[in-house]
């Protein structure tokens, strides 16, 4: 089984839509979470961390939940701007290992 | 952004070309990381430096071979590379190890690196 995993996509959503990505990993021990973007032929950028308690930032929104090992990114309203790669990060802390998802791709579509 | 930069940002060379690869880091951090990504692959950790002391060599071939003179500096020395080389190679830096924030990551731009 693959440490972190996403499905890939690609996701084609019109402008305004609502779309979930979903994140599984599969180290209990995993500490630290994370949502990073890629824009075509750009590098990774954090787009947000995330938290037990789930965590909002403007139009995306973060939960984690350490039960199921799941992880999940809510973006609302889409923008043709919001068209990248996210990847799923995870941090195992006493290994000082970060793991990296494949990567969900998402097209906003006017 | 200038924190992390990386040259060059495009390399072709032959299977017989021997090349570095240069990333600095502006950002005060202490750990330093090589990563490999190819078309339609997830990121794949190469090297990982704390304090200038590698800390991971992720199975990486020995035409891979990695420098890091101090902590603002990392290289990436190739020689005899095979055409499946070829692919995206991101440098990052971070706060050392251990340390809180290590675990968040800022990427250079890459070196986009074909092997003829």
């Known amino acids: 089984r693959k440490e972190v995993e996403q499905d890939p996509g690609p996701f084609n959503v019109p402008e305004g839509a609502t779309v979930a990505f979903n994140c599984t990993y599969s180290n209990s021990a995993s500490q630290s979470f994370f949502w990073y973007r890629q824009d075509c032929r750009k590098e990774p950028k954090l787009l947000m961390s995330v938290y037990s308690s789930g965590n909002e930032d403007g139009r995306f929104t973060a939960q984690l939940n350490r039960a199921s090992q799941y992880i999940s990114l809510l973006i609302r309203d889409s923008k043709l701007s919001d068209s990248a790669t996210y990847l799923c990060?995870?941090?195992?802390?006493?290994?000082?290992?970060?793991?990296f998802g494949p990567g969900t791709s998402l097209s906003v579509i006017p | 952004e200038t924190g992390v930069t990386q040259t060059p940002r495009h390399l072709v060379m032959g299977m017989t070309n021997k090349k570095s690869l240069k990333c600095e880091q502006h950002?005060?951090?202490?750990?330093m990381y090589w990563y490999k990504q190819s078309a339609k692959k997830p990121l794949e950790l190469m090297f990982v430096?704390?304090?200038?002391?590698?800390?991971e060599n992720n199975s990486v071939p020995s035409r891979f071979s990695p420098e890091c003179p101090n902590s603002s500096h990392l290289f990436l020395h190739l020689h005899t590379l095979q055409p499946e080389d070829s692919a995206l190679y991101l440098c990052?830096?971070?706060?050392?190890?251990?340390?809180?924030?290590?675990?968040?990551?800022?990427f250079g731009p890459g070196t986009r690196l074909t092997v003829l």
């Open positions: 950002l005060g951090h202490n750990a």
């Open positions: 990052a830096s971070s706060h050392p190890l251990g340390a809180p924030g290590w675990d968040t990551q800022y």
């Open positions: 430096y704390n304090f200038k002391e590698q800390t």
């Open positions: 990060v995870v941090t195992i802390s006493s290994y000082d290992k970060v793991i």
